[in-house]
């Protein structure tokens, strides 16, 4: 369906670990993005990235960090996890100019117990 | 939110009727993007349409823009079975140069056999 791979696709952890959601696409696109979306909710902008060494925060305020330092390569890091960051996580990508759509991963489910 | 509100919140037809979705934004756009999402998945990009365009078909999907009413319609004909998602407006503002859309809550589609 997509050239953009997430894993894992279902996590459950305990309060106070450390986590890494993996993002990786093979289309050399620029662009990532990583959003959370809540069940039967719109989804936010957490984190973006036009390219290597670049990062910025999204619209809505995450205790998550995310680093560029290959063209492919988005991942998403949690360094203590809480119930509250329980939520499905999407990444996406494009290239190109704003008249062509994104590309999303199947997600990650995370669950915090 | 901030951008796309999609009208209704859900719908609920019988297979082979037609499922109409609306859309509704805040701001100048570039484009507005349709998407659907399954059950727990990534989503995927439907179909585009640009702020100077009208009305757009692909396969059974018409899109239809109206940027003095700031609204768009998805329509969804002889739907099926599997055409049962989620299905997201996303806007791309005018003065974005960054590459950002940003999403609404979703209609939920349930068609049944």
């Known amino acids: 369906e997509a050239d953009i791979y997430q894993t894992p696709r279902y996590l459950v952890i305990g309060t106070g670990k450390k986590i890494t959601l993996e993002c990786s696409q093979t289309?050399?696109?620029?662009?990532m993005y990583w959003y959370q979306q809540d069940p039967g909710m719109e989804l936010h902008l957490i984190h973006y990235?036009?390219?290597?060494?670049?990062?910025e925060k999204g619209d809505l305020s995450s205790e998550s960090t995310v680093s560029r330092i290959r063209t492919e390569h988005f991942p998403l890091t949690l360094e203590s996890a809480r119930p509250s960051h329980t939520s499905q996580y999407l990444c996406a990508s494009s290239d190109r100019g704003p008249n062509y759509g994104y590309t999303f991963g199947s997600g990650t489910r995370l669950t915090v117990v | 939110s901030q951008q796309g509100e999609e009208d209704p919140q859900a719908l609920s037809i019988q297979e082979g009727e037609n499922a109409t979705m609306n859309c509704s934004y805040k701001?100048?756009?570039?484009?507005l993007q349709w998407y659907r999402q399954n059950s727990g998945r990534g989503l995927v990009h439907l179909i585009l349409i640009r702020s100077n365009e009208r009305e757009k078909h692909s396969g059974r999907l018409r899109v239809t823009l109206d940027t003095s009413k700031k609204s768009s319609s998805l329509l969804i004909t002889a739907s099926r079975a599997a055409d049962t998602a989620s299905y997201f407006c996303?806007?791309?503002?005018?003065?974005?140069?960054?590459?950002?859309?940003?999403f609404g809550r979703g209609t939920q589609l349930t068609v049944w056999p």
């Open positions: 996303a806007t791309f503002d005018r003065g974005s140069t960054l590459g950002r859309l940003y």
């Open positions: 990235s036009y390219g290597v060494n670049s990062t």
């Open positions: 289309m050399g696109h620029d662009k």
């Open positions: 701001t100048s756009i570039n484009n």
